[in-house]
C-alpha cells in the first residue's frame, strides 16, 4: 500500500456543527486540519483493518503530531456515538 490520502471534504450533512467520520480515510484526514478546533462525529462502525498497508506499511497515524520538536496534539472535539472504529492486528 501507499501514502493514504483522502481527496474529499469532510462535510456537516445534518447542520450541527460536526463534520461527520464515515471511513478510515476521513479518519485519518483529521491530521489535515490540527490547527483549528474543530468537531466530529463518527456515524458508524468502520473496519480499519487495511490501514496496516497504508504510508509504505507504517500503517495509520496516529491522531495529532507528537514529534519533538513538533507536538501539535489533536483539539477538536470527537463525538463517538457509541459507535467504534476497530484494527484487527491492533493489540497483537
Do not use: H
Request: hydrophobic letters at 25%; charged letters at 20%; a negative charge.
Amino acid at each position: 500500500g501507499g501514502k493514504c490520502s483522502y481527496k474529499g471534504n469532510l462535510r456537516d450533512m445534518n447542520n450541527n456543527g460536526y463534520y461527520e467520520i464515515t471511513t478510515c480515510a476521513e479518519l485519518q484526514s483529521l491530521n489535515e486540519n490540527l490547527y483549528a478546533i474543530v468537531n466530529y462525529e463518527l456515524l458508524n462502525d468502520i473496519d480499519c483493518s487495511d490501514t496496516k498497508n497504508w504510508n509504505n506499511g507504517a500503517g495509520f497515524e496516529p491522531i495529532g503530531k507528537m514529534n519533538y520538536p513538533s507536538w501539535i496534539p489533536f483539539l477538536g472535539t470527537f463525538e463517538g456515538n457509541n459507535k467504534s472504529f476497530c484494527y484487527e492486528d491492533y493489540f497483537e
